[in-house]
């Protein structure tokens, strides 16, 4: 092989090796963002996580169980529970039926609309008989007892309509009874009177019979023409001797029911307590309320995105979450009666900002410069990123706060978010505030690298004086719209603040990429907010930090 094939396949060789390291540094990063989404589906849900999403949303849920004992309050108020009354009749039963089926029979009479009008007429009311029907009920309470229950708006109401109501029905037993014999009567009635024009019939023809000549013929026929009367007169005889026992015993049989059945007790009212039936009002109320903003807690919980462990956010942002506090109110009430002092806003405050002032150095050679860039909510991150400004003023540095957050949130609170260059006081030191032009979408800072166009006129005095601070303190905010690549003109380092529930995985991986593709170096995440159940420590099992970069 000569010297040029020789130089021919070492250098394809290295290209080679170009290649292959080229594949290797994307196995390298791809696999971690690629399965963002993955890891962060593998989280369990546990007791713990309802409990911690319950005791986050306990406002919601006083509200929720607030409205509910209202509602409850002001259903009993407006459609109070219905007062009651009882009335029991006593009945006796026909010996030809089964006194279960009759029993049976009597409930289903005593709930028809039949009973309900014949009450309503004994009430003098003009009601419709089936919607009445539906206000009582009838229940077999033996063999031969039957209870009417009446409900109505007030206890007198509902003893008159029982009283009613067990009145119609043993006046429609009796009634009832009685058309009963008359029906079995009418039948008999019919029967004789049926006997006899038979009868007369046949006297009419034995008459001709005997008007004929005499004959051997005529006298059988006389005969038997006297033999077929004497068998209907017998069946005559015996449907009137039917028809007259018919009416004894029928009208012994009705005397013995209808005497029989009789009002047992009067109606009288259900005693209840109304202040029991108004707390089981109340009560219910509070519970079903309850109820329902647990259902709606636990079904939000369950299908956000939004993340609150540390883990969950370690690998989503890429870095470590090296700080996490509890709940911070920075509200303008808060500022304007607290002020810039960390040391009023209680103990979460004071630990944020210790913990960016152990990563914003002091200047050695040059300017310092530190960005503290929120993934959602700037208010704790400007109101500790300012108090930390004001503290390292008052140890004699000269301090720039670069505000490049939409509206300012960090110059507002030093009253100077107007664009351009202020020197305002803070806590009896002097501060420089940055606030670059609104429309300035990725304004330069003073450590941009050089560039094929010249800054803006608006930008030059902004870079001038942060590069004559000592320190320059950075609120950055990153859009995926525009990317990250303005960062590190501002600073070479980066602390991330997230509030816990506000931010998806999406989007605090998109700030923790942004960060690193702009070759600035994520040194850590701070979670604000963070749920006192959350066990997890904020690093990978595994990694190591590597350039602020999670492997």
């Not at 979450?321 to 002020?339: F, K």
């Not at 040391?343 to 002091?362: E, I, M, Q, T, Y």
């Not at 330069?444 to 094929?452: N, V």
Request: glycine share 8%; with cysteine.
């Amino acid at each position: 092989m000569n010297e040029a094939d020789k130089t021919a396949a070492l250098s394809v060789s290295g290209r080679d090796d170009d290649l292959a390291g080229q594949l290797w540094n994307f196995d390298e990063f791809g696999p971690d963002e690629d399965h963002v989404a993955a890891d962060l589906a593998t989280g369990l849900t546990s007791a713990a996580f309802i409990r911690a999403a319950l005791r986050r949303s306990a406002r919601l849920l006083c509200i929720l169980g607030a409205v509910g004992f209202l509602a409850g309050a002001g259903v009993f108020v407006a459609r109070p529970p219905a007062y009651q009354a009882s009335a029991t009749v006593l009945l006796t039963t026909n010996p030809d039926e089964q006194p279960s089926n009759a029993m049976l029979d009597n409930q289903a009479i005593g709930q028809s609309d039949t009973i309900a009008g014949r009450a309503l007429g004994l009430l003098r009311l003009k009601e419709n008989a089936a919607s009445f029907a539906k206000d009582y009920m009838v229940t077999a309470v033996t063999g031969r007892v039957l209870e009417f229950t009446a409900r109505a708006t007030s206890s007198a109401a509902a003893v008159q309509q029982a009283n009613a109501l067990a009145k119609a029905f043993l006046g429609f037993q009796a009634t009832l009874l009685e058309a009963q014999g008359r029906a079995v009567n009418a039948s008999l009635q019919r029967q004789i009177s049926q006997a006899q024009q038979r009868l007369s019939a046949l006297d009419a023809e034995i008459s001709q019979v005997r008007a004929e000549p005499a004959s051997d013929a005529r006298r059988d026929k006389l005969e038997n023409l006297a033999s077929i009367r004497a068998g209907e007169s017998n069946a005559l005889n015996v449907f009137k001797q039917s028809d007259l026992g018919n009416q004894a015993s029928t009208r012994i049989t009705t005397s013995t029911i209808v005497q029989g059945s009789r009002v047992l007790d009067a109606a009288r009212p259900i005693p209840e307590s109304r202040a029991k039936l108004m707390i089981t009002y109340v009560a219910t109320g509070l519970i079903v309320g309850l109820a329902l903003g647990a259902g709606i807690v636990v079904i939000r919980a369950l299908v956000s995105d939004r993340l609150r462990r540390r883990d969950d956010i370690v690998r989503a942002l890429g870095a470590p979450v090296r700080l996490s506090v509890g709940r911070i109110r920075a509200d303008r009430w808060q500022l304007a009666r607290r002020g810039l002092d960390a040391g009023k806003w209680g103990r979460n405050v004071a630990r944020v900002v210790s913990h960016l002032d152990r990563f914003a150095p002091a200047r050695s050679r040059g300017s310092a410069a530190l960005a503290v860039v929120p993934t959602d909510d700037p208010g704790v991150a400007a109101l500790a990123m300012v108090s930390l400004a004001a503290s390292r003023a008052e140890r004699g540095m000269r301090v720039a706060v670069a505000d490049l957050w939409p509206g300012a949130p960090a110059a507002r609170l030093l009253n100077a978010a107007k664009p351009g260059v202020h020197r305002v006081s803070a806590a009896g030191a002097e501060l420089v505030v940055l606030v670059p032009d609104q429309h300035d979408i990725a304004p330069s800072g003073p450590f941009a690298r050089p560039r094929r166009s010249p800054p803006t006129p608006e930008a030059e005095p902004l870079a001038a004086a942060a590069a004559q601070a000592d320190l320059l303190l950075t609120l950055a905010h990153l859009d995926p719209a525009v990317g990250g690549d303005h960062l590190p003109g501002w600073a070479p380092t980066a602390v991330a603040v997230v509030t816990a529930g506000r931010s998806s995985a999406t989007r605090i991986h998109a700030v923790g990429e942004m960060i690193r593709l702009a070759g600035a170096e994520l040194v850590s995440a701070v979670l604000i907010g963070a749920d006192k159940t959350d066990e997890s420590i904020g690093t990978a099992p595994g990694h190591v930090l590597a350039g602020g970069r999670i492997r």
